[in-house]
């Protein structure tokens, strides 16, 4: 059995049901706010689930070699490993504002300290990601395919504050590193993320270490005072598993719902950030623009919910030339062009023939200066050039099918 934590109070109990499944009851008494999610809120009747967990609590399970990693460390005492004695593992450090402990277990944790900048200035070389593996594996309550880890610099928390004071010191960044098959992707996104910044678009700060190998972000669920906003992606809202994160188009999946859900104040201009969000994407050749690299955030779910900052934004046809689109618009995953985001725009309710325009020419304008810094950089870092090469070649095409723009970069 697992107690499920919203901020600083319980929840409910979380406990396997059948060969298979799960289920979580909330406690008696459980008042509104204290919803693990804005799609499942406090009822007497249990959540059930036939197989693996709901999608809230299964959202920020590792995936990929973090994933393995825990697997084989946890695995011999049990045997089996499955999804929710991984969220035992990580269950008390997490991405937004869940937290998993045992039923007689208070809420503490102490992320080992790790200082952001020694990871920039890149000391460690090819050891760094084996000895933060090492180090914090088990505190990396974060979803996503590429090796990652959640990390904790003190210098992101108010000292005195809460977050410094109380028994619970939690993870601050996101240090993402990259394998062989994908040569530098760091740098892409770091450029990705510059762009959809020139865009207007609210991007939490990213930094790229001194040799390519990592990028460092801080984390937007984090407040001033060390505790955590909420944070739920599409999977979630569209009740889907991770396993579905590629199924859905951007019309039902992630506008109508985001409009859902967000909160009427933020609705219209975050309707536009989004459909910026996505029409960059295009431009980007992101093929990985998936469900789960879409979000919202509040402080408390009758607080304001909102468009969560961007996150995952990155060039894959560099690595993949033929990729397409992993979400569908119009019925197709074919990259749009700017007459089909520009009548996607009107048709949906994002705002008139002029806005959507001024989006679609805001995010040419932006790829145009980022596209600058990248050939800057390619003259400073060599072994960047073959896939600052590719980026640029794809953003010019990006550029000019899905935004319009009369030239590329190159
Ligand atoms: N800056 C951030 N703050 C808080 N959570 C984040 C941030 N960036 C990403 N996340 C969360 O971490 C997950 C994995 O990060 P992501 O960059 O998407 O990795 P990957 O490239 O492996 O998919 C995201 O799906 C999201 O839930
Ligand atoms: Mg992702």
Known sequence: MIKVWTGVAEAGRLGRQGPRGTAFAYTPDAQPERAVSLTMPPRLASWDVPFGLAPIFEMNLPEGVLRERLRLAFAKATGAFDDFD???IVGR???GRLRYTGVEDKLDVAVPFQSVD???????DGGLFRYLMDRFAAFSGVSGVQ???LVRDEGAVALGGPGDRSSIRGATHIVKFWEPEYPELATNEYFCLRAAQRCGLEVPRFQLAA?????????????PDGSYRGFEDFCVLNARSTADKYRGGYE???LRRFREFASGDVVAGDSERLFTLIALN???RNGDAHLKNFGVVYDDVDQVVSLAPVYDLVTTTAYIPADTMALTLGGSTRWPTAKRLQSFGETRGVGGPAMVRAALERAGDALAETAADVRAHMGQ????ADVGERMLQAWSRGAIDSLGLKTGFG
């Open 86 to 88: 991984l969220l035992s």
């Open 93 to 95: 450090s997490q991405i």
């Open 118 to 124: 020694e990871i920039l200035a890149s000391r460690r």
């Open 147 to 149: 090796p990652k880890l």
């Open 211 to 223: 040799d390519g190998r990592a990028l460092v972000i801080d984390r937007f669920d984090l407040r």
């Open 252 to 254: 039902t999946s992630i």
């Open 282 to 284: 295009c431009a980007l």
């Open 381 to 384: 870092r060599p072994a960047f």
